[in-house]
């Protein structure tokens, strides 16, 4: 079994998302719309252009997403999207791309006991993230079962 992680946002999922998969490296699959619903009832509060739901593969992991309907989005907090790049490079390029126009960095990108670089910040669509390249302190890492 593998979590799903499902993000909500504020009517600019489709944007969001696909800045996520030209950062990421993901792939979109189908995105269906309020457009695309049968009927008048199978719709959700707003417009034709929201997105009722939408899916980006990424390595192995799916995140889906959709527009919150009507007024009921709210902040997410209480979690974070967490990345691990494989390379140092990889952690400083994607870290460019999502904090881009960020909300707010609480960690901005530096070294910590546990990784060579580690960075915490709440992206310009209001995702909030976790970046963290071990490097060489990976040896340190091993979770225990």
């Given at each position: 079994m593998e979590p799903t992680i499902y993000l909500f946002f504020n009517q600019n999922c489709l944007?969001?998302?696909t800045h996520y998969a030209?950062?990421?490296?993901g792939e979109i699959g189908d995105v269906f719309r309020n457009a695309d619903a049968p009927d008048a009832e199978s719709r959700m509060p707003g417009g034709d252009h929201l997105v009722m739901n939408m899916a980006m593969k990424l390595g192995t992991?799916?995140?889906m997403a959709?527009?919150?309907p009507g007024n009921m989005y709210s902040k997410p907090q209480g979690f974070a999207v967490t990345i691990s790049p494989p390379s140092r490079a990889e952690f400083d390029r994607i870290?460019?791309?999502l904090a881009k126009d960020a909300l707010s960095v609480m960690m901005p990108?530096?070294?910590t006991f546990w990784a060579e670089r580690f960075a915490m910040f709440t992206?310009?669509?209001g995702t909030p993230w976790m970046l963290?390249?071990?490097g060489s302190k990976a040896a340190n890492q091993e979770i225990s079962r």
């Open positions: 944007e969001a998302m030209k950062v990421l490296g992991a799916t995140v959709s527009d919150a870290f460019e791309g990108p530096g070294e992206d310009c669509f963290s390249y071990a």
